[in-house]
Nanobody, 121 residues
């Protein structure tokens, strides 16, 4: 499975970015997908997950600001990030979850290389 993220960059606080992830080698429409992030010196944390029915779940710290979406025809995953804060600065990872609904540590997961998001104050 290959996952290639794009769309990261430097943005001022209050700005927006849209991350994209191209997925190959996976039965994309049969798997839940997720975005995780990791900031320097911090543990990796789940940002958002979308299941095969396009149901979504978000971490409390991004709810109302970020939107996860998937295009099963194009094998693409997206993360629209609005009202960005300096605390959102992290490496963002696209994750293919070998389960239809969940993407926890109990599920086999495939990771992309990540795309850096930096939010300046």
């Amino acid at each position: 499975v290959q996952l290639v993220e794009s769309g990261g960059g430097l943005v001022q606080a209050g700005g927006s970015l849209r991350l994209s992830c191209a997925v190959s080698g996976s039965i994309f429409s049969d798997n839940a997908m997720a975005w995780y992030r990791q900031a320097p010196g911090k543990e990796r944390e789940m940002v958002a997950v979308i299941n095969i029915r396009k149901g979504t779940d978000y971490a409390k710290f991004v709810k109302g600001r970020f939107t996860i979406a998937r295009d099963n025809r194009k094998n693409m995953l997206y993360l629209q990030m609005n009202s960005l804060k300096p605390g959102d600065t992290a490496m963002y990872y696209c994750v293919d979850c070998e389960d239809q609904y969940y993407c926890s540590e109990y599920v086999r997961r495939n990771w992309g290389q990540g795309t850096q998001v930096t939010v300046s104050s």
